[in-house]
């Protein structure tokens, strides 16, 4: 019989019974109001909607597709067939959280994809419609690292174009005196190019726009003198504006690295000085065995080895964290107001997800593993220290079989960093 057959037959015979015991019992207020609520309870149970074993299974199946690897255990049943307390407000929980995740996904994705593809398209291609988001930020990728091997010819254009200038300048500055005005704008914009071109690019565009300012003063007070030579003067500011803002997007293009689009060492810098004196924890971590990736399947797995993993980390990451590569494979996050028993937490969350992530590449899926070094920084205390305490913190590690965390106290100055 099924559940539905047997609640009827337990009625039938509740109606049976029912007479025979009230007459047997007629004074029984207690009795009577008991055997009423039994057969409430019956009428309940029968009304009441009921899965077939199979399909309860097949939902918790499916349901347990939406939780993590730590969670999805949380559903098997204990000894007695039930589900403990603590384990259904962890579940409740993290399903709340995974449904954050996937709404806030579906309302930034579409942001995403217009964004690289309008990025890419600035810079001289178009993703394809039917592309996929990763390729679209691939071929961001590849543009940025093209236009940044470009760096050179761009210094190399610019000093021709100063070269070229200077004739011009002379000829104006003669102009000038001829005409009987002075330009000492004009004769320190001379000064300025006469100059060798700094390798810091923050100085190049520094001094670049001081000559220009001298240029355009000086092509202001060529307006009556000669129209002809003005035109010809508002074509090289034209050409040295235009050079500027090349220069700022190299800039700009510098501060990421080419190969995974993480923040590179020189944005780390930048971040720690926008924190000042700010509690924050520095993690360090590095890729276990990586040279054995390289030296088995080639530096091309490798370097997809690095890229997923830098997707993951900047996937693990909180809005407020940053996280950059800061050389080969090794990586680092800063958790800005942040103490370092919280940063250690989520480093070992990071390092145990690390475990368990597939890495699939061109080679086949590769299993990785990761060592990871954090310490806190002191306010009052420089940033390098709090970067060689995580460091050390890090070889510590190491040192101590890899693929785990360790917290370091903060450096001492008279220490020195482990060689590896």
């Excluded at 470009?150 to 610019?158: I, T």
């Excluded at 320190?188 to 700094?198: F, R, S």
């Amino acid at each position: 019989m099924n559940q539905i057959e047997l609640l009827n037959q337990l009625l039938d015979d509740m109606d049976m019974v029912r007479p025979a015991l009230l007459n047997a019992i007629p004074d029984k207020v207690e009795f009577r109001s008991t055997t009423n609520r039994m057969i409430a309870s019956l009428e309940e149970l029968k009304q009441a909607p009921s899965i077939p074993e199979d399909t309860f299974i097949w939902i918790s199946q499916q349901f347990a597709k939406l939780l993590d690897l730590e969670h999805a255990p949380l559903l098997r049943p204990t000894h007695s067939n039930t589900i403990s307390t603590d384990s259904r407000e962890a579940i409740e929980t993290h399903v709340l959280e995974r449904l954050a995740l996937i709404s806030q996904a579906l309302q930034e994705i579409p942001t995403t994809q217009v964004i690289l593809d309008s990025s890419c398209e600035m810079i001289g291609s178009k993703a394809r419609d039917d592309d996929s988001l990763q390729k679209r930020a691939r071929l961001l990728q590849q543009l940025i690292q093209k236009h940044l091997q470009g760096n050179a010819d761009l210094r190399s254009e610019l000093q021709q174009l100063i070269n070229a200038i200077t004739p011009s300048m002379n000829a104006i500055s003669d102009l000038l005196v001829e005409a009987g005005e002075e330009s000492p704008e004009l004769k320190q914009a001379k000064k300025i190019l006469e100059q060798k071109l700094p390798d810091d690019i923050d100085q190049a565009k520094e001094m670049l726009q001081k000559a220009r300012k001298g240029i355009l003063t000086a092509g202001n007070k060529l307006e009556n003198a000669s129209e002809k030579l003005q035109n010809t003067i508002q074509g090289q500011v034209e050409k040295l504006s235009s050079l500027s803002r090349k220069l700022e997007k190299a800039e700009s293009d510098a501060r990421n690295d080419p190969l995974t689009g993480l923040a590179n060492r020189r944005s780390v810098a930048e971040q720690l000085k926008t924190l000042g004196q700010d509690r924050y924890s520095f993690l360090v971590i590095d890729i276990d065995h990586f040279k054995e990736v390289n030296d088995t399947h080639g530096h091309d797995v490798g370097d997809e080895i690095l890229t997923q993993f830098a997707k993951f980390l900047d996937g693990c990451a909180r809005s407020t964290d940053f996280a950059a590569r800061v050389g080969g494979e090794e990586f680092c996050i800063i958790f800005p107001d942040t103490v370092v028993e919280d940063g250690a937490r989520i480093a070992e969350t990071l390092r145990h997800s690390i475990e368990l992530q597939p890495f699939k590449t061109s080679a086949g899926t590769i299993d990785i593993t990761a060592s990871f070094g954090i310490a806190e920084h002191e306010p009052g205390t420089n940033h390098a220290s709090t970067f060689k305490a995580a460091d050390k913190a890090l070889y510590q590690s190491k040192d101590n079989g890899r693929n785990r965390v360790t917290v370091q106290a903060q450096f001492q100055p008279n220490e020195d960093i482990p060689k590896n």
